[in-house]
């Protein structure tokens, strides 16, 4: 069963960055594309950003594109999101995820990482 543990949130004043990472185990993470989500409070999951397994292809929600970054280190099992320019709508619970198109893979998720950005 894979485990998905998220850290490198905080609170931030808007323009800000901040580096999440997401530590995968118990699958061969190397096989698949990985995601970020994210949940605001009363909203729905909602997808961020994609690498593909051979980092030759990531793709953004319009909403975070140009302003993160997606990467990963197959040696290491993790996944980072860049987050520069941040904005208060940003504000959100993060948590990584296989994922299929816009869609997460796995039933399974972690325990997020708390991402509060300041006006």
């Known amino acids: 069963q894979v485990q998905l543990v998220e850290s490198g949130g905080g609170l931030v004043q808007a323009g800000g960055s901040l580096r999440l990472s997401c530590a995968a185990s118990g699958r061969t993470f190397s096989s698949y594309t990985m995601g970020w989500f994210r949940q605001a409070p009363g909203k729905e999951r909602e997808f961020v950003a994609a690498?593909?397994?051979?980092?030759?292809?990531?793709y953004y929600a319009d909403s975070v594109k140009g302003r993160f970054t997606i990467s990963r280190d197959n040696a290491k099992n993790t996944v980072y999101l860049q987050m520069n320019s941040l904005k208060p709508e940003d504000t959100a619970a993060y948590y990584c995820?296989?994922?299929?198109?816009?869609?997460?893979?796995?039933?399974?998720w972690g325990q997020g990482t708390q991402v509060t950005v300041s006006s």
């Open positions: 995820n296989g994922a299929i198109g816009v869609r997460p893979m796995w039933a399974v």
């Open positions: 690498i593909s397994w051979s980092y030759n292809s990531s």
